[in-house]
Nanobody, 115 residues
Framework: QVQLVESGGGFVQPGGSLRLSCAASGITFSRYTMGWYRQAPGKQRELVARITSDSSAFYADSVKGRFTISRDNAKITVYLQMNSLKPEDAAVYYC?????????WGQGTQVTVSS
């Protein structure tokens, strides 16, 4: 059974930082492209960052220079370091594992950015 379990969300003031983690099980993690997506109320889910099996990273323009995605294949975990957080970054953040046509989602973790 595949499980992706996100953690690290919470409440932070503008300008603050959070690090999200997504622990995977039930997949050959090192083969998968891992992504972080987010969905704010009333908006569509959007890609935030993605990292391939060879650790090539892609970022949405809105988070470039502020967020960093990384992976630790030994710990079967993908991370999202979020710095200089803005109110518009508030959303539920989801982890996604992709390999070809196969994909899996985590349950999400809430990030709230407010003064």
């Amino acid at each position: 059974q595949v499980q992706l379990v996100e953690s690290g969300g919470g409440f932070v003031q503008p300008g603050g930082s959070l690090r999200l983690s997504c622990a995977a099980s039930g997949i050959t993690f090192s083969r998968y492209t891992m992504g972080w997506y987010r969905q704010a109320p009333g908006k569509q889910r959007e890609l935030v960052a993605r990292i391939t099996s060879d650790s090539s990273a892609f970022y949405a323009d809105s988070v470039k220079g502020r967020f960093t995605i990384s992976r630790d294949n030994a710990k079967i975990t993908v991370y999202l370091q979020m710095n200089s957080l803005k109110p518009e970054d508030a959303a539920v953040y989801y982890c996604k594992a992709e390999l070809g046509l196969r994909y899996y989602w985590g349950q999400g973790t809430q990030v709230t950015v407010s003064s």
